[in-house]
């Protein structure tokens, strides 16, 4: 939700559905611009019919909604520029931070933005290369409730077939000898906070903000103007008005209704420091 509606802004640039499947043809970002010349069915594709849901993957969507501009994490567009998941030792490789410069670089000029917003999961593990890369840039770390993240693994269709990084295996390979796949989910949490916090060790103060997840749901609007100050994107109108047209369900309550008791059990005895530590957990 939070990468779609900074990508609402006019002066935002990023991957779309377009790119990653030509990543070696970043003109392709030229793409984007269409986007802004339908906002009311851009706001549909994007964000549902209810203007809720900014998880609209797996569902059925017609061949127009498909092929509309749209942000994703463009993972295909990392690899083409040789740049692989998880952690990578020593020192970022001077090749990759060249054509990952190169790339974002087009992106923004075919896109019409001066800004490229990028969200993708794996970035958890990549915050050297990318301060390497782009020594100016912002990085928002948005935090959750790690027994909602937990529940959410869960329930996402590629959890189940995509290796974990910190593991080396996929959760399915998990589960089939014959481990426990809510301490997988519980742990998960876990290792990505230490990496990002690790790789924000480097970053100035003044290039990360930290946002919680009930923050974003409780003032939206607030919040999300605030996020984009930091970013440097300007005040824009439209784009205000954009956002008061969208709805921001609170998904943690999911997990309060459906985690099942010894589930919720396991994952806090393995989270418990961590949600301690962030106050979502209060020791009695």
């Known amino acids: 939700m939070l990468y779609k509606v900074l990508c609402l802004h006019p002066d935002a640039a990023y991957i779309s559905n377009w790119m990653r499947r030509a990543p070696q043809l970043p003109a392709i970002a030229l793409a984007n611009r269409l986007a802004t010349w339908f906002p009311r069915f851009r706001r549909t594709v994007w ?31 990392f690899r083409s520029c040789g740049i692989g998941q998880g952690r990578q030792p020593g020192s970022p490789d001077p090749a990759q931070i060249t054509r990952i410069q ?66 080396g295996t996929t959760p399915r390979q998990w589960r089939e000898d014959g481990h426990d796949p809510w301490e997988l989910c519980a742990r998960h949490w876990v290792c990505e906070l230490d990496s990002v916090e690790e790789g924000l060790r480097e970053v100035a103060a003044q290039q990360q903000l930290e946002v919680r997840y009930e923050e974003l749901i409780q003032q939206p609007v607030p919040t999300l103007r605030r996020i984009a100050t930091f970013a440097g994107l300007p005040d824009d109108r439209h784009w205000t008005a954009e956002l ?25 005895a393995i989270q418990h420091e961590r949600l301690r530590q962030l106050g979502y957990l209060r020791d009695v």
């Not at 958890?124 to 993240?149: C, H, S, T, Y």
């Not at 969208?246 to 943690?252: D, E, I």
């Open 244 to 268: 008061g047209r969208l709805r921001y369900p609170n998904r943690n309550e999911a997990w309060r209704e459906r985690l099942p008791r010894d589930a919720r059990e396991r994952v806090e």
């Open 47 to 77: 964000f549902g019919d209810d203007s809720a849901n900014a998880y609209v993957y797996g569902g059925p969507r017609s061949l127009r909604a498909r092929f509309f501009p749209m942000p994703v994490e463009g993972e295909p567009v």
């Open 102 to 167: 190169q790339t974002f670089a087009a992106l923004r000029h075919y896109a019409g933005g001066e800004l490229v917003i990028s969200k993708r999961i794996a970035s958890n593990q990549r915050i050297p290369l990318l301060l390497e890369a782009f020594p100016a840039a912002k990085f928002v770390n948005l935090i959750r409730d790690g027994r909602a993240v937990a529940y959410s693994l869960s329930r996402v269709g590629w959890w189940e077939e995509d290796p974990v990084w910190w593991l």
